[in-house]
């Protein structure tokens, strides 16, 4: 690994830090405060955010020009993302789009799809959730169960999809479902793209143990999609789906600087008690929070090998299944942690007064089992790991 910049690299930093400095209002600053991101009006307040980067032309650089992006290296992707972190910038919306159906539509997508979808996408004037599990089928996603019926030009869709994110500020859905009941399961599924607003589309919120409802379950009645907005051959979805995983767990394989959630940990051990003394003062204490911050370590170079590996153009390793794995799990712990430091306090719920850090500690703990379910469950990866990496016999 070479640790150092280019002058190119660094006036590219330097564009883009001056950028932040001069146009986000200071009281923006995402200072671990949590807002509760599944309402109208936060969705909105990062909407407008999102189009203030959109505007400058700092939104979707990754993307190439001729689809509205900076066509940036991976180097200043990478430089783009430490410096949002820096700034301590606000979530934008629209991920979905901007990470899996916009970059599925420029490898599968007809001209036609490409010219209606693709750039109302990073504006965030169209927003984008996936319908891919459902309420049988996740891990075992091929085997979807939602019928799209051939009816001359368009198709008739039945079923359901669930943990659908995002669907309820969402104006499309892709949706994999099932064209042919007679081919064997990866070979009978068509890979569409569903107007939210057509007759026949329900959407009902889930809430979620933290109390928040990011996902729904997603009802389809006769819903009637064109054939226009068939991606791929009917019938061959399971290609544009796997298309779409792919960029699914290259975006979850890693950036997470975990040492952020560890010198949050350590200055709740400077606030709280343990035997008897500051917690910061404790031998268990400190011993747990360096074990954290070495693991914190290890996976950063996991993922600046991954960065190495994709400059030098060499297929992907392992590294995105272990940083997804390894940051799930570290998290978890570190919240588990959290709770053991505050003790009684562990009780208070988010927001209650008197709790410490306002309960920011008990919402994130509840929060964490999502990232190890997320984009292929963590038994999912550790298979992947075994088998693919380590060529163990299959369990
Ligand atoms: C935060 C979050 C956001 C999500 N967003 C979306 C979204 O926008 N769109 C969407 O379509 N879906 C979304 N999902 C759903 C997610 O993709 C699924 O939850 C996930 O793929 C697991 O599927 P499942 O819930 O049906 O569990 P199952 O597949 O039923 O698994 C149940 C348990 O069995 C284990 N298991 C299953 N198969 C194996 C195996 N072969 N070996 C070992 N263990 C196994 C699993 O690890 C799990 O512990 C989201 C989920 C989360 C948590």
Redesign the pocket.
Known sequence: MDFKYSEEDEAFRHEFRAWLEANMPRDWRDDGELSDPDTKSEFERRRGWHRKLYDAGWMCIHWPREFGGRGATLMQQFIYHQELDRAKAPPVVNF?GIARVGPTLMQWGTPEQKARFIPKIPSAEEIW?????????????AAVETRAVDNGDHFVVNGS???????HHADFSTL?CRSDTTAPKHRGLSYLLVDLKSPGVTIRPLVQITGES??NQVFFEDVAVPKANLVGQQNQGWMVAITNMMFERTIHGGRTDMMVEVRQLGELAKQVQYNGRPAIEDGYVRERIAAFACEAEGLKYTSLRQLTRQLRGLPPGPEGSVMKLGTTELNLRIQKFAMELLGPYSQFEYRAAKAIDRGKWSHRMLAA????????????Q??IIGERVLGLPK?
Do not use: M, Y
Request: net charge neutral; proline share 3%.
């Open positions: 979905q959730c996936q319908g891919l599990s459902e309420p049988n089928h996740g891990s075992d996603l999809k669930v943990w659908t994110s995002n669907a994999l990011g996902f089992r999502r990232g190890t379910i997320a984009a292929g469950t963590n038994e999912i550790h298979n369990g």
